[in-house]
């Protein structure tokens, strides 16, 4: 089955660069995502990575995905405290898409002011 | 656009009692999931509606079950509620086969006592 996989906790200083990473066992994942919630909140769509890429850039947000070891990350460029919140990797499965998310455990990120 | 609106915000039922949880798709989306969050961990998958028929199923008994409205709203019902069913179940709505994003809810806070 699908299982993924992130470390639980991660703190930065505010301005720093924060790498956040996961991986994952579905091989035939198409699309990872990312995914922000803050304290009480829903979760918030950052970006998402189709499988045959390995680089998505959009804005502070850098996606890096190795298929061949199964790891994404994330990189969060000049950290801000509004960026404290934890983050979730998921993943689609060929046949289900968006529609069916397996999600990591989240890490939580608290940036240092 | 309101995006993914859900009903009620928080909740706090008895041990083996019945709940009803509401969800809003996102305008112009026609699939809805159902997620839960136990405290501490990442969201996982309940199930999903399409055309007002379950098409997905996670690892959930049947005391979960649900409905989907021809205005693509849906429901999330629970029987016999137990101390473990507490958690923040969470409402993703997305387009059927457009396999990209899924906008999530703010989530209802259930607590079981």
């Known amino acids: 089955g699908e299982d993924v996989e992130q470390s639980l906790f991660l703190s930065v200083r505010e301005g720093d660069s924060s790498v956040i990473n996961c991986t994952y066992t579905?091989?035939?994942?198409?699309?990872l995502y990312w995914y922000k919630q803050e304290p009480g909140a829903g979760l918030q769509l950052l970006t998402y990575i189709f499988s045959n890429m390995d680089m998505k850039q959009d804005q502070r947000l850098t996606v890096l995905l190795n298929k061949k070891d199964k790891h994404l990350s994330l990189r969060i460029a000049d950290t801000q405290t509004g960026d404290s919140a934890i983050y979730f990797c998921a993943e689609s499965p060929l046949q289900t898409g968006a529609n069916n998310l397996f999600f990591g455990t989240g890490t939580r990120l608290t940036v240092i002011p | 656009d309101a995006g993914v609106t859900q009903s009620p915000t928080h909740l706090i039922k008895t041990r083996g009692q019945q709940v009803t949880l509401r969800c809003s798709p996102k305008?112009?989306?026609?699939?809805v999931s159902w997620y839960q969050q136990a405290l501490g961990q990442g969201p996982q998958f309940i199930f999903q509606y399409y055309e007002e028929e379950e098409r997905q199923r996670g690892n959930f008994p049947d005391r979960f079950s649900g409905h989907q409205f021809p205005n693509y709203s849906s429901e999330l019902n629970v029987n016999a509620l137990l101390l473990g069913d507490s958690a923040l179940y969470l409402c993703?709505?997305?387009?059927?086969?457009?396999?990209?994003?899924?906008?999530f809810g703010q989530g209802t806070r259930l607590t079981v006592v």
């Open positions: 993703a709505s997305s387009l059927q086969g457009v396999n990209t994003e899924a906008f």
């Open positions: 305008s112009g989306h026609d699939t």
């Open positions: 579905d091989s035939s994942s198409t699309y």
